[in-house]
């Protein structure tokens, strides 16, 4: 499935631009327990519906939306999070390529901030950017 080919190429930049920071970045793939006072990232890959553009099915057109999720402890500047914002949006910019395994994309829509939701011990900034890709789907030895 592209989706998870979409999700891999967009997390491998992820990791590595968090990795330079450092900052430590939250996935279903392993626990995770924040630390206290700890500024973390959430990730998630909100997939939409999969479309064949082309006859005989040759290829799959998938698209979707990224969430970056900033998590501050409650207290923390909102500007601190905000820089974050900025950064990842210079990291994800419009056109900027996805490639794993056979797909091939790009992100078609800025990265763009949500509503802070706050919550008594933290508070979360979201962020999200939409990809579209296609994916060859000839069979293997065709």
Not at 23 to 50: H, Q
Not at 82 to 103: A, I, K, N, P
Not at 106 to 133: D, H, K, M, N
């Amino acid at each position: 499935m592209s989706h998870a080919r979409a999700r891999q190429a967009i997390e491998i930049k992820l990791m590595a631009w968090a990795t330079a920071r450092p900052i430590r970045v939250a996935n279903f793939e392993e626990g995770f327990e924040a630390e206290s006072g700890e500024i973390y990232l959430r990730a998630y890959l909100l997939p939409a519906s999969t479309t064949c553009r082309y006859l005989g099915g040759d290829a799959y057109e998938y698209t979707g939306v990224y969430q970056i999720s900033i998590v501050c402890p409650a207290g923390q500047a909102l500007g601190i999070a905000e820089s974050l914002v900025d950064e990842l949006s210079s990291l994800f910019r419009v056109d900027t390529e996805l490639s794993r395994s056979g797909f091939e994309g790009l992100i078609t829509e800025p990265v763009e901030q949500g509503p802070t939701i706050t919550e008594s011990a933290s508070y979360t900034v979201p962020t999200s950017f939409t990809y579209r890709g296609i994916a060859d789907q000839s069979p293997v030895g065709a």
